[in-house]
């Protein structure tokens, strides 16, 4: 059983001599429950694969398929309700909204979503609570660490229970104890059965999968299981580039 699912992923940029395949026919299937790790070096495609994979970005060829649904044949308006309802989006430079506190910030996507306000308001709450920031609510993200920020960002990608939260270097702009505060509230997530696709550079992170897949000129080069997970930077070894 997959939750989310590549089939021949396709993606090129430029035309004729500057033409680049960021991605070069990449079969990938995710399980429920699934934290998989996307590993590789510099513009070996991963950011392109993970927008292929949650409907940011159109493939050239190929498909992705989303639970049941085909992504690449939606047209953009049921894309995007299907990225609000389906999928959660934690990037690097995490993306808050300035003017707004870090509860608003949360409930955003629900209230877009069409999420009645108490409802709204009740779950970001509770959201907040989860990643440990209840009081934290009512500061804007200026008066936020990055660490801080960073998990008001997985709070907002989690408001709509998605099916699979997409990471794209959540753990790049963080200093080590922040990662680590980070790395620990996906490890509580992976606990609770969430499906978590993360692109990283960081070993420390791409320890914390179930599987980690190296990328390399938009092939998929190689995969590891790391068993049960969290099997140490050992396990790792060489898989950066
Ligand atoms: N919008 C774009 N237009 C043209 N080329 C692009 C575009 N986006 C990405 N590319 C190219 O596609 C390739 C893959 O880029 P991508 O950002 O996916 O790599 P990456 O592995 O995520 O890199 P990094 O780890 O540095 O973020 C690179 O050669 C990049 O230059």
Redesign the pocket.
């Known amino acids: 059983m997959t939750v989310l699912r590549a089939v021949r992923l396709r993606k090129e ?2 035309r004729d001599a500057g033409l ?1 395949r ?1 991605v070069d026919e990449v079969d990938l299937e995710v399980r429920p429950g699934e934290t998989v790790a996307i590993v ?1 070096p ?7 694969l993970l927008h292929l994979l949650g409907g940011l970005e159109r493939p050239t060829g190929g498909e992705v398929h989303l639970a049941d649904r085909r992504l690449d044949r939606m047209s953009e308006t049921e894309l995007s309700r299907m990225r609000r309802k389906a999928l959660g989006f934690v990037f690097q430079a995490f993306h808050l909204v300035d003017e707004l506190t870090a509860r608003e910030n949360v409930e955003l996507p629900a209230l877009l979503a069409g999420v009645p306000p108490r409802t709204a308001r009740r779950r970001a709450s509770a959201l907040l609570e989860r990643v440990g920031l209840a009081d934290r609510a009512t500061h804007l993200p200026a008066a936020l660490s990055g660490g801080q920020r960073q998990r008001v960002a997985v709070a907002r990608a989690l408001i709509g229970r998605p099916l699979v939260v997409l990471a794209d270097e959540p753990t790049g702009n963080l200093d080590s104890a922040a990662t680590a505060a980070v790395l620990r509230l996906f490890g509580s997530l992976r606990a609770e059965g969430q499906t978590l696709v993360i ?1 990283t ?1 960081d070993s420390r992170t791409a320890a914390t999968a179930d599987r980690v897949i190296t ?1 390399r000129d938009g092939v998929l080069a190689g995969e590891t299981r790391l068993n049960g997970g969290g099997g140490g930077l050992g396990t790792l070894a060489g898989l950066e580039g």
Do not use: I, L, P, Q
């Open positions: 940029y430029g680049v960021a590789g510099s513009g070996c495609g991963k950011s392109t692109v550079h990328m």
